[in-house]
C-alpha cells in the first residue's frame, strides 16, 4: 500500500475542502458521502479518493456504546502499520473514532475490499513527528486543523497488524 503523490488537481481539492469556512459542511457530511460510494462499490473506492488520498474504513468498537462504528478516514501507509491523525477537521475536540481505539484498541480495517485485524496505539514524540508528516504530507489541511485547534494537540494513532 503507498500513497500517492498530490497532483495539480488533488491540491486544488485539498485547499478547496480545507478552507476554514467550508469545514462545517465537510467535517459532517465528507464521511457520508464516502460511505455511500465505498458501499456502492463494494468497499473499493470512495469519493475522497479524487483528492489522492488513501482511504480506510476504520471499524472500531464505541467507547461508551459498546456497538460497532465504521468510519472511512484519512489513511498514511507505512510497510503493514497505518497511520491516522485524529484531528477532527480542527475541531474543538478529538474524534470519536479516537476515543473508541483509546477505550477498545482492537479493531478492524477494510481497504480495497479487505478487511483485516489491527491493534492501535497512540504515538508520541519522534514517532508521533514521523506519522504526522506521513499523513500530513498527502493532505495540506492537516497543518492548517493544527492551526484551528491550537488549543489541543492533535493526537496521532498508529495501526499495526493483530498477531
Known sequence: ????????????????????PLLAFFAHNMHRMDLYFLKLTTGKYSLSELAGW???????????????????????????????IASSF???H????????????ECTVTFKGTSLPYVAREVHDEEYDKYWDLVASNYVGYEKYRKYAAHRRIPVMVLEPKR
Open 90 to 92: 480542527g475541531r474543538e
Open 94 to 105: 478529538n474524534p470519536g473514532w479516537y476515543y473508541n481505539l483509546r477505550a477498545h484498541p
Open 54 to 84: 488513501t482511504i480506510i474504513q476504520l471499524t472500531t468498537i464505541g467507547a461508551k456504546t459498546g456497538r460497532q462504528r465504521t468510519m472511512p478516514l484519512l489513511a498514511g501507509l507505512e510497510a503493514d502499520k497505518i497511520a491516522l
Open 1 to 20: 500500500m503507498k500513497a500517492i503523490k498530490p497532483n495539480l488537481l488533488h491540491r486544488l481539492l485539498h485547499s478547496i475542502v480545507s478552507i476554514h
